[in-house]
T-cell receptor, first 114, second 112 residues
Framework: DSGVTQTPKHLITATGQRVTLRCSPR?????VYWYQQSLDQGLQFLIQ???????AKGNILERFSAQQFPDLHSELNLSSLELGDSALYFC?????????????FGPGTRLTVL | DQQVKQNSPSLSVQEGRISILNCDYT??????FLWYKKYPAEGPTFLIS?????DKNEDGRFTVFLNKSAKHLSLHIVPSQPGDSAVYFC???????????FGAGTTVTVRA
């Protein structure tokens, strides 16, 4: 158990809908990262928050947004969903905002868009 | 643009033998490299890391080798055990780049 929690585990929805994925980092970790893993591919970095502020952005679509709250949990909002958004979404946390810190991953949310 | 590449999608090895997983990278700004292990329906689990100031790091049965001039790293697992059957991801980051760039993964199967 990494100490990172994600809810829900599974989400099935229809095209055009909006969903929210939630992540709670390990106790004491200030950084939260979101990654997307599509079928048979590696993890693609979406966005990072550090202590409530956006720190880095990757290949995140404009239809996607995220935020980190004062209690350090984070939410990833996906809107106007398309079939191609079906994927595993992982949240990770680390103690600091960068440098030589390994990231600890949650179990992921599997999103299926029908 | 795939900056971290794992060119072998799968590897099959007999129990007790050595597993060697390879990873190549293109970004010369990367200075921290990690290996993660992933079981089905679970998130990736950190396995071992190495910074660019070293060329080898060992932790029990796992050793990571880094060849900076070739932009290549490898993970050795000795001896391989059935519980090592999983997908292994190579990842890299720079000290000024907080995200991890991942390879596509190598599925390791350890045969009894």
């Amino acid at each position: 158990d990494s100490g990172v929690t994600q809810t829900p585990k599974h989400l099935i929805t229809a095209t055009g809908q909006r969903v929210t994925l939630r992540c709670s980092p390990r106790s004491g970790d200030l950084s939260v990262y979101w990654y997307q893993q599509s079928l048979d591919q590696g993890l693609q970095f979406l966005i990072q928050y550090y202590n409530g502020e956006e720190r880095a952005k990757g290949n995140i679509l404009e239809r996607f947004s995220a935020q980190q709250f004062p209690d350090l949990h984070s939410e990833l909002n996906l809107s106007s969903l398309e079939l191609g958004d079906s994927a595993l979404y992982f949240c990770a946390s680390s103690a600091s905002g960068g440098g030589l810190n390994e990231q600890f991953f949650g179990p992921g949310t599997r999103l299926t868009v029908l | 643009d795939q900056q971290v590449k794992q060119n072998s999608p799968s590897l099959s090895v007999q129990e007790g033998r050595i597993s060697i997983l390879n990873c190549d990278y293109t970004n010369s700004m990367f200075d921290y490299f990690l290996w993660y292990k992933k079981y089905p329906a679970e998130g990736p689990t950190f396995l071992i890391s190495i910074s660019s100031i070293k060329d080898k790091n060992e932790d029990g049965r796992f050793t990571v080798f880094l060849n900076k001039s070739a932009k290549h790293l490898s993970l050795h697992i000795v001896p391989s055990q059935p519980g090592d059957s999983a997908v292994y991801f190579c990842a890299a980051s720079g000290s000024n780049d907080y995200k991890l760039s991942f390879g596509a993964g190598t599925t390791v199967t350890v045969r009894a």
